[in-house]
DNA sequence: GTCAAACGATTCAAAAATGAAATTAATCTT
DNA sequence: AAGATTAATTTCATTTTTGAATCGTTTGAC
């Protein structure tokens, strides 16, 4: 556990430490995470845009010896996991543990807050924009996504009439996905461990030409854009589990953006559920 | 638009260009809107942990004329909203840019807050107590409840063997539950719409002996407590929907102090979950 | 009106950050 | 292996940021 520190780990450990520049180094190293390994120094620094000299002193402010070290043990971490193709999930570390809802709910509080920071206005109204329009709306989540899928489908199936999800009971995923239309969106639900599947899936579903949205954590390792919009989260717990408020509090945003961009259909639709809730009285 | 740009608003569009300190003054007032209004420049400069002098610029460089501006127009915007109280669930606003975001996370901010202050302590312990000790852990969640309810059983299934569903797929819910004992636990999730069936539950499980916590948001304020333990979790949101960022944080806490005080048990499961995910790889 | 107190704005010197250029290390050619 | 080339590191002058101290303004008491 000595020198495995992943670059995007070191990154967020100290970004409140980061000056102006080097968060422009910090934001290009979180979006392209190869990058480090990929690229010279010079390279780096002119597509972060800030000069040589921060590029090898941002380094060294991470706690790496030079830029020459951090690179060598990216292109050896990368290899690795050229290796053995699988990619292992962080082993879930001992940390403090100590247990108290005041830390705890203040942690949330800087994960919402930075989640704010992070996330692009531009994206956020493309984002929008897509599930307003979509014929069908696709909600994809496995493992612990799919309760947080769950949830996102909760919501918009009270603002849009056809929300699916995937993957659904125990039927198998292509025959569902099968029906996917260009007009179609795709929100898939990409926090922590990914899986192959979801790759698979948001892959078909940019060939078919459908919109590609996912909302997801900073810990996208290596691979590129999955999706067309990218909704980054900060899910950093104090301790063995991730704390998933920001990503259920924007996802509660984009439901309710949507359901502002529909205007008085999503209210009349929402009124009438209503009703019927009141008629029903339980059972719900 | 003449002077109906929040405070939020403008340091989130500009805050990418702040500098360090001025961003330890932008999270101060993220984190407490109403600051600004109610304190001096100086109070305001020692709670960010700056100077005088930075708080002054800051302002300027946000594009208000001066502080004292900045601070006047705080004062009436809040004295204003003084003035209508009423919470309106109509959409408040057509904008769809990042203010809303912004808007809509500082909101859940205060909801993490306002429950940190609302959730006694020794209940709390309680709590926790009560789900390390069940020997069966019952999650029972309604309607909107439900995708609440799944969320926590993915988290308590990773620290304790047996943690059961209430609604479980199409089962009719008395078969099920015939099964609780009095050594089982049950963690009700009844936010917003509660269901009479949920209210059978409880009470049959108080009857059975089990020791009973709910979950829940202000509304039910006044009548009689459901459960035994009780935590109340602020919810309100902006528009439309209610926010469900605090009871997620609440119960994601809840799930690490249960690991917490199961100790080397649930970190020995933790890591053999972990394992299991590593080695199949997908299907998570 | 005058004075005092409180507060915000400004100034200025010190510290930090930054990029251009020089230097050093490494890598490749022949 | 020596030179040529490329890339990383360091240096240094410039720019930016920062807080202590100072200056001005407002407010309120008498």
């Known amino acids: 556990m000595v020198q495995t520190a992943r670059l995007s780990e070191r990154i967020l450990e100290s970004f409140d ?31 972060a845009g800030v000069s040589k000299a921060t590029t090898a002193r941002f380094f060294k402010r ?15 971490r990368r290899s ?12 879930i570390q001992q940390r403090s ?12 509080v800087q994960n919402l807050i930075r989640t704010i920071e992070a996330i692009r206005g531009d994206e956020l109204k493309d984002a929008v924009t897509y599930l307003a329009r979509a014929e069908k709306v696709w909600v994809v989540g496995f493992g612990d996504n799919y309760p947080l899928a769950h949830f996102a489908r909760a919501q918009l199936i009270k603002v849009k009439p056809d929300i699916r999800m ?34 698979s899936i948001l892959q078909s579903a940019r060939l078919s030409g459908a919109r590609t949205i996912s909302v997801t954590d900073l810990t996208s390792s290596g691979n590129s854009e999955l999706a067309e919009v990218t909704l980054r989260c900060r899910t950093s717990g104090l301790s063995y589990f991730d704390s998933l408020a920001s990503p259920v509090s924007v996802m509660t945003y984009l439901c309710m953006a949507v359901a502002d ?24």
Chains 1, 2 share one sequence.
């Open 62 to 76: 991470l706690g790496f010896p030079s830029f020459k070290t951090a690179q060598r043990m990216a292109r050896v």
């Open 80 to 91: 690795d996991s050229q290796h053995n193709k699988r990619v292992f999930s962080e082993p």
């Open 166 to 199: 995937i993957p659904l009971g125990g039927f198998p995923v292509p025959e569902e996905f099968a029906s996917i239309r260009p007009t179609d969106a795709v929100l898939a639900l990409a926090i922590g461990r990914r899986t192959a599947t979801l790759r």
């Open 97 to 108: 543990g100590r247990g108290d809802l005041a830390d705890h709910l203040a942690s949330d």
């Open 17 to 47: 430490d980061l000056t102006k520049s080097e968060r422009l180094l910090a934001e290009h190293f979180l979006e392209n995470p190869d990058s480090l390994a990929l690229h010279t120094a010079e390279e780096i620094s002119s597509l």
């Open 261 to 284: 961009r529909l205007g008085q259909n999503a209210v009349d639709r929402l009124k009438y559920i209503d009703g019927i809730h009141s008629e029903w009285g339980d059972l719900g």
